[in-house]
């Protein structure tokens, strides 16, 4: 038999005083319906000031919905908020009765970053967190026709009971699985911890920055690794940590998963051992793609999550990536007007490159270079450092590519 195609309809709420803005989100949650495999073949856009308690939109929009979904064969509506247990449980109900045979899958915005991470984890810590951040998040949203947990419920034999009681059965299936993947990211994160204890003599640089953003090219760049950089969110979830020389000194590198607007509050909680990656740096690199025409809230949410992962007070380069797409528009780019404007935003130490076209690498060595001097020094104070210009020609940036 033929497998049927993923097709969505996307759902948000606007404004009509922001259209483009909401426009934005909805083109960057088709480009997450499209990570996870999903084609994306309708939006609706509902204006309203807040949800609606009961369906999110309104009775009249989800008739709407329901007409084309029957129409168009949908088999996935994707909402670009998160929805409340209850408006989830309306939703099933409407859009799937009793007697229907093909089920439509309701998904919220988190959700369906979850299951992106899920697909990309590789490592047993992601794996681990991604699991546990999905399940605290599916717990209270358990309803009669739900059909994400047939995995985990496989070979329980409880299948046969009635609604009710199969969900009582789920909901104590995930809280065992909860408690299990609780101890198991225990473990690893005091095996994390004690291998970050051993690096305490080592400067660490951590990459940041919004998903897509460039961060995994940065890395392969500056590492001489081939991290997996390709164009989609979150091509990467796992944290790769490098060891790099920049002249003679040695320091780390590491580059973590990406950020997004309304990251999942769990996801956030389950990945804080990753995370320490970035919390624990003496320096971070605050990859933004400059092309991109929201990148300034691109860079707002990412500076906004480093601060709730406390890490605010971490000294900043900010890397204006992919400024090559900006000079194919405007070859005239004044960048030191620039520099002026991206200052406003708190930024002191200001780079305009392109990884994947290596263009302006060398101020962005010296910047690099200077930063890291300043930790490296505050380690071995009685260490001798040649000065910058020195270097210049007389060593490889990057030469050392081992793994962490």
Known sequence: MERKQTIAILVALGDSKNQELVQEHLDELAFLAETAGIKTIKRVVQNLPKPDGKYFVGKGKVDEIKEYVLAAQVNHIIFDDDLSPSQLRNLEKEFNPKDKEDKVRIYDRSLLILDIFLQRAQTAQARTQVDLARLQYLLPRLTRLWTH?????????????????????????????????????????????????????????????YTNAGKSTLMNLLSGSTVLAENKLFATVDATVRKVSLGTIPFLLSDTVGFIRKLPHHLIESFKSTLDEVREADVILHVADVSHPFHENHIEVVSKTLAEISAGNIPVILVLNKIDAVLEKQPDFDFEKAKGYYKQFGFEDIVFISASKK??????????????????????????????????????????????
């Open 149 to 209: 947990l047939e995995r985990q419920r496989g070979g329980t034999g409880t299948r046969g009971g009635a609604g009710e009681r199969e969900i009582e059965t789920d909901r104590r299936i995930i809280r065992d699985q909860i408690n299990v993947l609780k101890e198991k990211l225990k473990k690893i994160e005091n095996q994390q911890a004690t291998q970050r204890k051993s690096r305490s003599g080592m400067v660490r640089v951590a990459i940041a920055g």
């Open 359 to 404: 263009m302006n690498l060398p101020q962005f060595k010296q910047m690099l270079w200077q930063e890291v001097k300043k930790h490296f020094l505050r380690i071995y104070p009685n260490y001798t450092l040649p000065d910058y210009d020195i270097l210049v020609g007389e060593t490889n940036f990057g030469l050392q590519n081992e793994n962490d």
